[in-house]
């Protein structure tokens, strides 16, 4: 499928999506938002699933891009530098407008009955996990480093969640700044304890 078509139907969806939800969000409906008959869809996609499939590999292939863009311009900054950009990267517009905060809970909730949807929301968690992880495991020791990964990733994705559901939206700077606040307190931690270390050595 050419890419400027496929990539106005995964609009569609998103606005779509945007406007009536899910369920309501029928191949019709994308189709004439797209300006395409609903056979396109279903001959390049399978139907609704697929289409929603395409539609979240694209918002977590921009999810990536937004990460390694901010990273790629680091090389090797400290650790927090790198978890800074992290965070920014998860909170990126692209991450952030009304059409995809709302795209990523329908795609959350049919994740837990749909398998390939399932399978990117796995990928998605290791990656963030993973990449998290790796940078807090240059100062802190493995399991200490998994356990503030897991942390800041559960508090980026708590952030991000309430403020999906919050009336007045998502506070993009605030949620930012408490994620960073977090990393300064685990870094800060772990340089009181290799301070503490040295002074018994």
């Not at 994308?30 to 869809?41: D, E, H, L, N, P």
């Not at 009336?167 to 300064?184: H, I, M, P, S, T």
Request: with cysteine; aromatic share 6%; hydrophobic share 45%.
């Amino acid at each position: 499928m050419q890419p400027i078509r496929r990539r106005q139907l995964i609009q569609a969806t998103l606005e779509a999506i945007d406007d009536v939800g899910l369920a309501d969000a029928t191949i019709a409906r994308i189709a004439k938002r797209a300006g395409v008959s609903t056979g396109i869809i279903s001959h390049y996609f399978a139907g609704k699933d697929g289409l929603l499939e395409a539609t979240m590999r694209q918002v977590l292939s921009d999810l990536g891009t937004a990460v390694l863009e901010r990273r790629a311009a680091l090389g090797n900054a400290p650790p927090e530098a790198h978890l800074h950009a992290i965070i920014d990267g998860n909170f990126d517009r692209s991450q952030t407008s009304q059409s995809v905060m709302k795209t990523w809970l329908a795609f959350w909730a049919s994740s837990m009955h749909h398998r390939p949807l399932q399978r990117l929301q796995r990928v998605n968690d290791r990656r963030l996990y993973s990449n998290l992880s790796c940078q807090f495991r240059r100062v802190l020791p493995k399991q200490e480093a998994r356990n503030a990964a897991r942390g800041l990733a559960a508090l980026i994705d708590g952030l991000w969640l309430r403020g999906a559901l919050a009336q007045e939206g998502l506070n993009v700077d605030r949620a930012r700044q408490l994620a960073y606040d977090y990393v300064r307190v685990q870094l800060e931690a772990a340089q009181h304890n290799r301070a503490r270390a040295n002074d018994y050595a």
